[in-house]
């Protein structure tokens, strides 16, 4: 794309693989504000892009477009970061969460016994899974 060059919704759709509707859906939230050429249409240039891509590099990490039209638009750092650290600490309890599944079932998958209930590592996880919860 050239510097002076703009694209149409339906060219930035389809260069990103979306539907027209979410980016004017994107618009209507105050993510995007592309020019209007004549008649009203959308023109979309570099700097529309670059949203359009950071849009959906923070949709990929998990955050809510509220979340990403604040950390966009807002002048005050610390706002930005406290957005940030919440989804962060947010995605450091999901990856636990899933270190422990994939945990649970590598141990399943390691256990040569015919009753996985009889398999040492599987009531070793058990016996750690009951003392996490002791009163």
Request: net charge neutral; hydrophobic share 40%.
């Amino acid at each position: 794309m050239k510097s002076s060059a703009t694209m149409s919704i339906g060219e930035v759709a389809g260069h990103f693989g979306l539907a027209t509707h979410v980016l004017r859906h994107w618009e209507t939230m105050g993510l995007l504000s592309p020019a209007r050429a004549a008649a009203g249409r959308r023109r979309y240039g570099r700097s529309d892009l670059y949203r359009v891509a950071s849009i959906l590099l923070a949709k990929e990490a998990g955050l809510a477009l509220t979340d990403i039209r604040d950390i966009l638009t807002t002048a005050d750092v610390e706002r930005r970061r406290e957005i940030q650290r919440r989804h962060r600490d947010e995605l450091a309890r999901r990856i636990a969460e899933m270190q422990a599944a994939l945990t649970f079932i590598e141990g399943g998958l390691a256990c040569d016994y015919e009753d996985l209930t009889e398999c040492p590592n599987y009531q070793s996880m058990i016996a750690d899974r009951i003392s996490m919860h002791a009163p």
